[in-house]
């Protein structure tokens, strides 16, 4: 069967820096997604990664090891406002998304 | 840009009524898709439409059907409503059937 894992929980201090991962067994591999969803509202697309390594995009990075079927979030300089939930989703070889149960992110001040 | 609406809000429906989520977009996405999420569980995909006219079905499809007349528009019907369909329904689109996944605000229902 197909699995994506991730913690349920993970909290954090304000100004901090934290890292969200997230494992991956799937039928075929076209892309690795994280999404963030505030409570009550949609998930927002943060980043993709296809090829190994990491991309950077402002505070937030994505880094991927198709081998090892890993990858993860981080999150620097945290503030308030990124408590959420972070979606990690991966796209199968029909091109379906597979999500992740998501990980709730708790920013302590 | 008004994106993807979805309508209604929210809605408590009795089990056995039948009832029609609404979903549109105006980015000319070929593709669209509809999901539930549950608490615990992650997005878990009930039909998709690669283009207009097409149709398929996702992982949890059963008691729900769909169509996909025009570009815009992607309605999810509920035949006969059961408590096991409460959730949070989400339409996304797509510009492709390969590239990145928008969300609409998605439609909390509760059966009784």
């Known amino acids: 069967g197909q699995n994506i894992d991730q913690p349920t929980e993970m909290t954090a201090t304000e100004g901090a820096i934290v890292q969200i991962n997230c494992t991956y067994q799937t039928s075929g591999f076209n892309g690795l997604f994280w999404y963030q969803q505030h409570a009550g509202e949609a998930p927002t697309f943060l980043s993709y990664n296809v090829l190994d390594g990491l991309e950077e995009k402002g505070r937030f990075s994505s880094f991927l090891s198709r081998s090892k079927g890993y990858s993860y979030l981080l999150l620097k300089e945290l503030q308030m406002k990124d408590s959420a939930s972070y979606l990690c989703a991966v796209m199968d070889s029909n091109y379906q998304l597979i999500w992740g149960a998501g990980t709730k992110l708790i920013i302590k001040p | 840009t008004a994106g993807i609406t979805q309508a209604p809000t929210s809605q408590i429906l009795a089990a056995g009524r039948s009832m029609t989520l609404r979903c549109t977009q105006d980015?000319?996405?070929?593709?669209m898709y509809w999901y539930r999420q549950d608490l615990g569980l992650g997005l878990r995909l009930i039909h998709y439409?690669?283009?207009?006219?097409?149709?398929g079905k996702g992982e949890v499809p059963d008691g729900y059907s769909v169509s996909r007349a025009n570009t815009d528009d992607f309605p999810l019907t509920l035949a006969s409503a059961v408590p096991s369909q409460t959730s949070v329904y989400f339409c996304?689109?797509?510009?492709?059937?390969?590239?990145?996944?928008?969300f609409g605000p998605g439609t909390r229902l509760l059966v009784l």
């Open positions: 439409s690669n283009t207009a006219g097409t149709t």
């Open positions: 996304a689109s797509s510009e492709g059937s390969q590239e990145t996944q928008y």
């Open positions: 980015m000319r996405h070929n593709a």
